[in-house]
């Protein structure tokens, strides 16, 4: 019964009548505008062109520290071009699914040196988590 009253008190409290005007004024106005929203061109996707050529510069800038490699390129093959996939039963709708390396070729001016090539093999193997089957370590030809 006390709990009617407090509730009866609330509504007949005219600060708590506009408050609750204002916000439900404020939702459908909310709900109004969001049909106007194009939520398509968000980018929801993983974009493997530049997932590649991030980890491309980033792999040249550690590669080229490593003592006796030089001038060096880097070419990157990818298993995939990233994907969201949309999960059943979870909290969230969907996961983002990163391209995976297939296989790396780094051409150098050490190339030819097996120290250095073991190096290069070392580091990247270790970096992109990737057997060593799947990379190639060559001499930059002048």
Do not use: H, W
């Not at 506009?18 to 969001?34: D, E, G, K, N, P």
């Not at 999960?87 to 780094?106: E, F, Q």
């Amino acid at each position: 019964m006390n709990k009617k009253l407090d509730f009866k008190k609330l509504l007949d409290n005219q600060k708590f009548t506009r408050i609750a005007i204002i916000v439900c004024i404020c939702a459908i106005v909310l709900i109004f505008l969001s049909s106007y929203i194009d939520f398509s061109t968000l980018k929801t996707s993983v974009d493997a062109d530049e997932y590649c050529q991030v980890l491309e510069e980033s792999l040249l800038s550690v590669v080229t520290q490593i003592e006796g490699v030089g001038n060096a390129k880097i070419f990157l093959t990818m298993d995939n071009s990233g994907e969201n996939v949309y999960l059943n039963n979870s909290d969230t709708k969907t996961k983002s699914i990163t391209p995976i390396v297939r296989g790396v070729v780094i051409v150098c001016d050490g190339g030819d040196d097996p120290v250095v090539v073991n190096r290069v093999m070392s580091a990247v193997t270790k970096s992109l988590d990737v057997s060593s089957n799947k990379v190639c370590v060559t001499k930059l030809s002048n």
